[in-house]
């Protein structure tokens, strides 16, 4: 069973940057797709980014297009998510999740293990 904590939230102005991490425990990590969601007030949780386990093949959601990158090291069992110009609509609780299979889905139901989330404030 996995656990992932995630950290590397904040606050930050309009057009800034921010990277997060997700640690994992477990000896298996690169079996496991990563992705990263986000759920603002009010709104359902959506993708935001996913990456394979071995090949490290991504897919990201067109809002975080060449904004926002994804990456692993398999070795420290960590994922990350490089986020530039951001905007206050990024504003979210960002959430680390893992799923039992090398392909990253868009679907949050397609993940089994789920971190607790850390928040992203973008102010205008």
């Known amino acids: 069973q996995a656990q992932l904590v995630e950290s590397g939230g904040g606050l930050v102005q309009a057009g800034g940057s921010l990277r997060l991490s997700c640690a994992a425990s477990?000896?298996?990590?690169?079996?496991?797709?990563m992705g990263w969601f986000r759920q603002a007030p009010g709104k359902e949780r959506e993708f935001v980014a996913g990456?394979?386990?071995?090949?490290?093949?991504?897919r990201y959601a067109d809002s975080v297009k060449g904004r926002f990158t994804i990456s692993r090291d398999n070795a420290k069992n960590t994922v990350y998510l490089q986020m530039n110009a951001l905007k206050p609509e990024d504003t979210a609780v960002y959430y680390c999740?893992?799923?039992?299979?090398?392909?990253?889905?868009?679907?949050?139901?397609?993940?089994?293990?789920w971190g607790q989330g850390t928040q992203v404030t973008v102010s205008s």
């Open positions: 999740a893992a799923r039992r299979s090398t392909v990253p889905e868009v679907g949050a139901k397609f993940y089994d293990y």
């Open positions: 477990g000896r298996t990590f690169s079996n496991y797709a």
């Open positions: 990456i394979s386990g071995r090949d490290k093949g991504t």
